[in-house]
């Protein structure tokens, strides 16, 4: 069994910041891509940003400098700096991640995050 566990999320003002993190755990023999996603109400999940295991990042061009998506792979956890946050940034950020589990056979999961609510009042 494998897990994400997000935190990080709250209330901010406008032009404020957060940082999102998510530690993947569980019989993990490796990662690859890591991501941020995020849905708001009544709207359909949309990519935030990703980064591969070798550091290579995508970014929604919503988010593009003002967002920063990182990795520490030894401790299998992906983070996401938000700054100048915008009241539209407002949803549930979900974290995804393609692992590597070898029980009971060795196989690619996408597994997801259970979502942390960022809320931005204007």
């Known amino acids: 069994q494998v897990q994400l566990v997000e935190s990080g999320g709250g209330l901010v003002q406008a032009g404020g910041s957060l940082r999102l993190s998510c530690a993947a755990s569980g019989s993990i023999l490796s990662i690859n891509d890591m991501g941020w996603y995020r849905q708001a109400p009544g709207k359909q999940r949309d990519l935030v940003a990703t980064?591969?295991?070798?550091?290579?990042?995508k970014y929604a061009d919503s988010v593009k400098d003002r967002f920063t998506v990182s990795r520490d792979n030894a401790k299998n956890t992906v983070y996401l700096q938000m700054n100048s946050l915008k009241p539209e940034d407002t949803a549930l950020y979900y974290c995804?991640?393609?692992?590597?589990?070898?029980?009971?056979?060795?196989?690619?999961?996408?597994?997801w995050g259970q979502g942390t609510l960022v809320t931005v009042s204007s």
């Open positions: 980064i591969t295991s070798g550091g290579r990042k």
């Open positions: 995804n991640a393609e692992i590597l589990v070898g029980t009971p056979d060795y196989r690619y999961l996408e597994v």
